[in-house]
Every structure is written in structure tokens, then in C-alpha cells.
Nanobody
């Protein structure tokens, strides 16, 4: 089970950190990712991280502003979001998959487990 937290209403230029808590003993065996879905938009890749946390990829729209990390000892994944923009407004989802592959652009079908999402709203 995956549970996101940390969303909220912020102003443009602010920072926010999202957390994803995973239950179970196999978190370190899962490739993890973040996606987002804005109103009327398709689910968009935000970031992904390998099982050991040694490699990450970010989507083009957030590159240089968002960073993902994980703490396998705590069964937690994080998304640090800096210099937020109104276009970052969306529901943010964490996702996991036991397959060990990761690539620069990932798709929802690459992940088999999903959280329920947390709303991030950025005002101008």
C-alpha cells in the first residue's frame, strides 16, 4: 500500500516536499516513481528512482526543480519540489513496481501499485 502526503496550497516560487509511505517489507525491491495529473490532462511522468536510490530521472517539465529520493530503512520516498509554478497544480501520485528497470521517461503502465494521490495547488 502506498500513501502520499504533504500536498497543499502554496504560492508560485515556494517549495514543497511530498512523502510516499509504503507498507510491507519489500519496499527496497521496488522501482518507485511520481506522476501527476492536472485538471483535464493525462497522467504525466514526474520522476523515478531505482530500488537502491542510486539513479533518478525527472520529467522534462520539472527537471532542475524537482528531486526524488528514498529511504529504504523507513519505507519512504520523497519528492522535493522547488520554484513551484501554477502549471505544477495537479494531483500527485506515487507508484511502485517490482521490475528493476528505469528509463528517462516512464509511463503509468510501467507501475503496478499506486497511491490515492495528494493535491498540490500553486497560486500565481
Amino acid at each position: 500500500q502506498l500513501v502520499e502526503s504533504g500536498g497543499g496550497l502554496v504560492q508560485a516560487g515556494d517549495s514543497l516536499r511530498l512523502s510516499c509511505a509504503a507498507s510491507g517489507r519489500t519496499f527496497s525491491s521496488y522501482t518507485m516513481g511520481w506522476f501527476r495529473q492536472g485538471p483535464g490532462k493525462e497522467r504525466e511522468f514526474v520522476a523515478a528512482i531505482t530500488r537502491a536510490g542510486s539513479r533518478t530521472y525527472s520529467g522534462d517539465s520539472v527537471k532542475g526543480r524537482f528531486t526524488t529520493s528514498r529511504d529504504n530503512a523507513k519505507n519512504m520516498m520523497y519528492l522535493q519540489m522547488n520554484n513551484l509554478k501554477p502549471e505544477d497544480t495537479a494531483v500527485y501520485y506515487c507508484a511502485g513496481d517490482p521490475r528493476p528497470f528505469i528509463r528517462p521517461n516512464m509511463y503509468p503502465v510501467d507501475f503496478d501499485s499506486w497511491g490515492q494521490g495528494t493535491q498540490v495547488t500553486v497560486s500565481s
